[in-house]
């Protein structure tokens, strides 16, 4: 471990957590051969289906991603009002329930990245090809609909499938740099005459959403993630992967269909697999952190109260700005999927401050949202759910503890790839901010480079999340991700 291709190793390594966590990181015979069978569907052979394939579509995703999910065009109207298509890939269009495919997926319920590969939920003839929504090509999509009105509110909503073409592919980092002012056109906005024009639109839109999902108490975070650097197969940095405006545009048409599509499921009688984070049972521990801060928070649990916190923080001290999102994240706890009747009590989303949310945007990578379109597809027919509640709610555990077991899965192979790159300091001294602390054991994360998480083996004592340290590096183990520090005695 301490020479070569460290990908080669990593790769080992998260092979083996995921057999070890009920994970499949090779797609059995069966699934491939049916793959390789499959065929592009092709335009007109479903009048029922939209020709939408004229319309300014582009993507916008990390430079290299292959499996895109999503594609958005808008359409300036009457009064200040803004079309907004979003075309999600119709992925159930080849994977059809109960194939060998969709056993896969659902074994797995997600795509899982890691350090040193992707290990997708889909095969790559489907995922990154016959179901991406790629650069050039006509794709059957399901495309909700919405009019987003002056003060970000949807005046309407429709879902529909579609035929769709993605004419120009764009990704997160130069577009942002555009729309800041701090870069160029992207050459291949440049290509496509319209697309600018079209971004400018869009961004205009997700502002409007944006600012009204903070005006209700959704939390705007800055949680910064680190990923390895390879140079010939060798880990030489960590580096942060920060939001940026390209970024949040996307997640706040996201954040729209998908709320869209949970009320569209219950308005047409339909249960669906709501998203769910609940209210955050370490409140009292956020209001006494607040507090610490100078600031103060109600001790009933209140998402708007939390956010106007927040907003002060990032104006007040916006180096320190990402630790303090950090905190919050880990207080709050993780989300997960819920079964919600047709006319129930929806079961809300305490970080974005709605009542109706699911998963429909991305069904290359999450099981989930394949669940949620073939649920849209019965309401689009004026039939009974595909699946029952029993099994709905089966699905929903499975999909929660499967996603748990992904995320272990790639927090494991950073921490490997972190071992790798800093088991040379050890005996050396850090800065470090409190991210975990239970009876399982306490978690610090370095603050100055690199950026690494550990556990804390002695000196934890008394400390809880959002605690600052100093802590001294005392191990390494690349094999099982484990970094080990201690606290010093003056920390």
Aim: aromatic fraction near 6%; hydrophobic fraction near 40%.
């Amino acid at each position: 471990m301490n020479s070569g291709r460290h990908s080669h190793s990593l790769e080992a390594i998260a092979r083996r957590a995921m057999e070890q966590r009920g994970l499949e990181p090779d797609f059995p015979p069966a699934a491939i051969a049916e793959a390789e069978r499959l065929q592009p569907e092709k335009p007109g052979r479903d009048s029922s289906i939209r020709d939408l394939r004229e319309l300014l579509w582009s993507s916008i995703d990390n430079d290299d991603s292959r499996d895109l999910d999503q594609l958005e065009v808008a359409e300036a109207q009457d009064g200040d009002a803004i079309r907004l298509r979003v075309a999600i890939a119709d992925v159930d269009a080849l994977v059809r329930l109960g194939s060998a495919v969709d056993d896969h997926a659902r074994t797995n319920t997600t795509s899982i990245y890691t350090a040193a590969r992707v290990f997708p939920m889909l095969p790559e003839r489907l995922s990154t090809d016959l179901t991406s929504l790629n650069d050039g090509e006509d794709r059957l999509a399901i495309v909700i609909e919405m009019t987003v009105s002056a003060d970000g509110s949807l005046a309407n909503s429709d879902i529909y499938r579609a035929w769709v073409h993605n004419r120009c592919k764009l990704a997160y980092d130069a577009v942002a740099a555009w729309l800041e002012g701090d870069g160029p056109m992207p050459p291949r906005m440049a290509d496509v005459p319209g697309i600018d024009e079209q971004v400018r639109l869009q961004d205009q839109a997700a502002s409007r959403l944006r600012a009204l999902r903070y005006e209700q108490g959704a939390l705007d975070l800055d949680t910064p993630e680190t990923r390895p650097v390879f140079v010939d197969g060798v880990v030489t940095d960590l580096r942060e992967d920060r939001q940026n405006r390209a970024k949040e545009l996307i997640e706040d048409f996201m954040v729209a269909a998908n709320g869209v599509t949970a009320r569209y499921l219950d308005g047409h009688g339909l249960p669906s697999l709501r998203r769910v984070v609940h209210t955050p049972k370490r409140w009292p521990r956020i209001v006494q952190l607040a507090a610490e801060l100078g600031g103060h928070l109600p001790e009933e649990a209140d998402a708007r109260a939390l956010n106007l916190f927040l907003e002060g923080r990032r104006r007040e001290d916006p180096d320190g700005f990402p630790e303090l999102s950090l905190s919050v994240i880990k207080l709050m706890g993780p989300g997960e999927y819920a079964v919600d009747p047709p006319g129930g009590e929806p079961p809300g989303h305490f970080g974005l401050a709605v009542r109706d949310y699911t998963h429909a945007t991305a069904p290359n990578r999450r099981y989930p949202d394949l669940i949620t379109h073939r649920l849209l597809k019965a309401a689009f027919a004026g039939k009974p759910a595909p699946y029952a509640m029993d099994e709905l709610a089966e699905l929903a555990r499975h999909c929660t503890l499967q996603e748990d077991a992904a995320n272990k899965v790639e927090r494991q192979v950073r921490k490997s790839a972190a071992a790798l790159l800093i088991q040379s300091r050890v005996g050396d001294t850090f800065d470090a901010i409190v991210t975990g602390a239970s009876e399982k054991g306490t978690w610090v994360r370095t603050f100055r480079h690199p950026v690494v998480e550990g556990r804390l083996e002695r000196g934890f004592e008394g400390l809880d999340v959002a605690d600052r340290v100093r802590v001294r590096l005392v191990s390494t183990d690349v094999e099982r991700g484990f970094i080990d520090f201690v606290r010093e005695r003056n920390g």
